[in-house]
């Protein structure tokens, strides 16, 4: 008999050999119906492998982020099904499950193919779903696999092979495919009942633009029509709120070829929004007890090679700016915090001096990939909210708790509801791509899992996700669409304070060590006003839209009066504009509407002879007749932070 553990802590005995959907069976037959696969000892296994020894098990449905993924890893392997039924002789790269779906890299030779075989394609993969045909793993030797992969003709996949060791092989077989597969996968295709394949791009093999271009087809699938028919409502309801779109017709930002790919120009509506928010955040920090600094935008190259960001960081960044004195050479910055490190240097500190906490706006630089770039959310240039704070080791719980209570201020104010906290954690398995020591990270992570328990947040914990200098409390958003994005963050950093040698005068009248915390709740200002675009559609809160009011003259002979009662508003801090056009006021209400406007002040005869206003809310419709006074309190009191 061996030991079952499950995740509310019961132990269930069984046979050694019982497999999780066995186990499933024995709870529920219920759950066993919708189990994908399961997590044996923190590793995916198929549901039908057996279990040989004691072991944590956790059973795995659609609800389960590992389920899905399987579920979609499954899927990519019914369409490759489908494509050596329909186009014989096809090749297959790889074929993993992505965020949302799954893709496979495609090699038809010269077999024509394009989106418009889609349909065929996705009734192939239902009539083959329907037989219900079982996902069988088989351990095979790299003798043997070489040898199918090889009669079959299939080079891609004698190219992954010759780098597995022997023994690590596995092959997954359904219906008449088998592919090359660490797995898992799900019992059985019938789990899959709606399909959609969704676009095509092209991939080179491994990467390597010097070899072959396959054909890479995305595609999605849920175990309900009902799902799939909500998904695609959220990719259009998306194309709509789509920040670029909006940022365009909202006249927010802009790009130029000449100024350069991904590199953002800011137009005046979009400059007064970024100003706002940084305005915001500037205030509520210095309630906080931060300083403000500003840093060049570039550094010398010694200053990246003390603080390891040369030697992480130096593909991603820009090329070295060389000036006429030989050897000597300049980078733009890719971060803030080796400036900042600079600053806390410029003076001896005491322990009653801590913590210091200094804050920049600071735009940083980095050389994205042209092919990974994506309007305001993978940008060349953007702008931290960064801070840094330098604290005594008895004061990291307390100012990391602090950062927190910030970062979630933040979110209130701008209708962000749903969200998780990651803790991101270094891999446990390779720990080179890390600096420090193993006693500092330590202490760096058990102080950022501390700090988010007691403030209660929800969090799950990612290996592999911390920065290469410390770990990270990562927030990731969901925003209306159910889209989740990691906006703000904060690192616990015991080894950059190594580096530049910081150091205060204890109590004890000896030499010590800051810690250092990195935070920026925004993440940066170009991904978040991206974010909160698509997540609020261009429907800005109040206090932040760029126009709060459109004056809407029914015609010239009132113009005096709409300004008069710009002036006003203006007067009383109120942002707004008068539509003068020539123009019918039904035109000019609808044109108000599309650019989201939130309230539209209708002016004519009785308006002026009463000193009153007609008011429109975007969305919502006619609020009646108002006087100035009322209205200007209505804004002051919705615009209140």
């Not at 919708?34 to 449905?61: F, H």
């Not at 005869?605 to 200007?632: M, P, Q, W, Y």
Request: net charge negative; proline share 4%.
């Amino acid at each position: 008999m061996i030991n079952i553990t499950l995740p509310d802590g019961s132990v269930r005995q069984y046979d050694k050999g019982i497999s999780s959907m066995q186990i499933a069976q024995s709870i529920s037959e219920g759950l066993a119906r919708n189990v994908l696969a399961a997590e044996v000892n923190g590793q995916v296994w198929d549901a039908s492998r057996p279990i040989e020894e004691d072991s944590n098990v956790k059973l795995l449905t659609w609800n389960d982020d590992a389920g899905k993924s399987t579920f979609w890893h499954s899927s990519a392997h019914l369409m490759a099904e489908a494509l050596e039924a329909l186009y014989p002789g096809t090749k297959f790269g790889i074929g993993p499950a992505i965020e949302t779906g799954f893709y496979y890299d495609v090699d038809f030779g010269d077999q024509e193919f394009s989106s418009d075989h889609f349909k065929q394609i996705e009734d192939k993969m239902l009539e083959l779903a329907k037989a219900k045909e079982e996902f069988i793993r088989k351990p095979v030797s790299k003798a043997d696999a070489i040898e199918y992969f090889t009669e079959k003709g299939d080079e891609y996949k004698l190219d992954l092979i010759k780098d597995l060791p022997d023994g690590s092989i596995t092959f997954y077989s359904q219906g008449d495919f088998t592919d090359l597969c660490r797995g898992p996968h799900i019992p059985n295709t019938g789990f899959i009942k709606a399909i959609k394949l969704m676009n095509t791009a092209g991939a080179y093999w491994r990467g390597d633009e010097t070899r072959k271009q396959l054909t890479r087809i995305y595609g999605v699938t849920f175990p309900k029509s009902s799902e799939l028919t909500e998904y695609l409502r959220v990719i259009e309801e998306a194309k709509k709120r789509d920040h670029r779109k909006l940022g365009k017709e909202l006249e927010l930002f802009a790009f130029s070829e000449k100024v350069g790919m991904g590199l953002p120009l800011w137009l005046p509506k979009g400059t007064a929004l970024r100003e706002r928010l940084v305005n915001f955040l500037q205030r509520a920090q210095v309630k906080s007890g931060y300083e403000q600094v500003i840093t060049p935008h570039i550094g010398h190259k010694n200053l990246y090679v003390t603080s390891g960001h040369y030697e992480k960081y130096g593909k991603d960044s820009f090329q070295p700016i060389k000036t006429p004195q030989e050897g000597e050479e300049f980078f733009l910055k890719p971060m803030n915090c080796p400036h900042h490190c600079e600053i806390y240097k410029t003076k001896p500190r005491s322990y009653k001096d801590l913590p210091v906490r200094y804050a920049e706006f600071g735009t940083v630089y980095r050389y994205e990939q042209s092919g990974e770039l994506h309007g305001l959310t993978r940008v060349r240039g953007f702008t931290q909210d960064d801070a840094h704070l330098f604290c005594r080791p008895d004061q990291v719980k307390e100012e990391f708790m602090k950062v927190i209570d910030l970062v979630l201020y933040v979110f209130s104010a701008l209708g962000f509801e749903d969200y998780t906290a990651q803790v991101s954690l270094r891999d446990p398995d390779n720990k080179s791509k890390y600096i420090g020591s193993d006693e500092n990270w330590a202490l760096a992570e058990a102080a950022i899992i501390e700090a988010a328990e007691e403030k209660g947040l929800r969090t799950v914990v990612e290996y592999g996700e911390a920065a290469f200098y410390g770990p990270k409390l990562d927030f990731m958003v969901k925003d209306a669409l159910g889209r989740k994005w990691q906006l703000g963050t904060i690192q616990v950093d015991y080894n950059l304070p190594e580096r530049f040698e910081l150091e205060y005068t204890g109590s004890d009248n000896l030499k010590h060590r800051p810690v250092m915390i990195h935070r920026a709740p925004f993440g940066s200002l170009e991904r978040f006003v991206a974010v909160l675009i698509e997540h609020c559609a261009g429907n800005f809160p109040l206090w932040l839209s760029p126009d709060q009011f459109i004056i809407l003259p029914i015609s010239e002979k009132f113009e005096d009066y709409a300004k008069n009662l710009s002036d006003e508003l203006k007067n009383s801090d109120i942002r707004g504009l008068i539509d003068f056009r020539d123009e019918k006021i039904g035109r000019k209400i609808r044109d108000a509407e599309v650019k989201k406007i939130p309230y539209m002040l209708i002016v004519g005869e009785k308006e002026a002879a009463e000193g009153t206003i007609s008011v429109r809310k975007h969305g919502v419709g006619d609020l009646g007749s108002l006087t100035i006074e009322d209205f200007k309190q209505q804004l002051i009191k919705e615009t209140t932070v």
